[in-house]
């Protein structure tokens, strides 16, 4: 309808379909900025484990067309962790801890309505086998062999293995 920034002013004349009355004008008012909207805020990814970061995903929109900002705020277990960006990275929560994101739209102007994301639960993260190595590296019918493994866990957990030995495969 109308565009930020313009000014709107309505002249009436009555009318008795015999004569008209004197045009009466009213105040002029001048149309203001329309604050933004934030919309399907959620995480992404939507299942988070403790192996990858979690970014924050929504749609900002804004009646007048204003280039559109986001401020974050993280929460784990429901305190700020001091990360305002719209990525909060691995190291900031572990298995089983709640994390959230509120995000606030700014088109320059004003600031529209604080949205909340859904929470999730952080799930554990699968052990990684990062290398695996058979000794000695030359064997003999008669050698003990060994599995020498390297493996992580993001979540800090300890690792075991479960060895299956193959022959001529």
Same mark, same amino acid.
């Given at each position: 309808?109308?565009?930020?920034?313009?000014?709107?002013?309505?002249?009436?004349?009555?009318?008795?379909?015999?004569?008209?009355?004197?045009?009466?004008?009213?105040?002029?008012?001048?149309?203001?900025?329309?604050?933004?909207?934030?919309?399907?805020? +959620?995480?992404?990814?939507?299942? $988070?484990?403790? +192996?990858?970061?979690?970014?924050?995903?929504?749609?900002?929109? *804004?009646?007048?067309? *204003?280039? $559109?900002?986001?401020?974050?705020?993280?929460?784990? *277990?429901?305190?700020?962790?001091?990360?305002?960006?719209?990525?909060?990275?691995?190291?900031?929560?572990?298995v089983f801890q709640e994390v959230w994101v509120?995000?606030?739209?700014?088109?320059?102007?004003?600031?529209?309505?604080?949205?909340?994301? +859904?929470?999730? $639960?952080?799930?554990?993260?699968?052990?990684?086998?990062? +290398?695996?190595?058979?000794?000695?590296?030359?064997?003999?019918?008669?050698?003990?062999?060994?599995?020498?493994?390297?493996?992580?866990?993001?979540?800090?957990?300890?690792?075991?293995f479960v060895y299956q030995w193959r022959l001529?495969?």
């Open positions: 309808f109308f565009d930020k920034g313009q000014t709107v002013a309505v002249e009436v004349v009555a009318d008795d379909g015999t004569a008209d009355s004197a045009a009466v004008f009213s105040d002029t008012l001048t149309v203001q900025n329309s604050a933004p909207e934030l919309s399907d805020l +959620s995480l992404d990814p939507a299942v $988070i484990d403790g +192996s990858s970061d979690v970014t924050a995903v929504g749609n900002p929109v *804004d009646a007048d067309g *204003d280039d $559109i900002d986001v401020a974050y705020v993280w929460y784990v *277990d429901g305190i700020d962790v001091g990360v305002y960006d719209s990525m909060l990275p691995a190291e900031n929560f572990s509120e995000a606030t739209p700014f088109d320059g102007e004003d600031y529209g309505v604080t949205v909340s994301s +859904s929470i999730a $639960i952080v799930g554990n993260a699968r052990p990684v086998v990062d +290398s695996v190595e058979i000794t000695p590296l030359e064997a003999w019918t008669d050698d003990l062999l060994t599995a020498v493994v390297s493996a992580s866990d993001a979540d800090g957990d300890d690792v075991t001529n495969n």
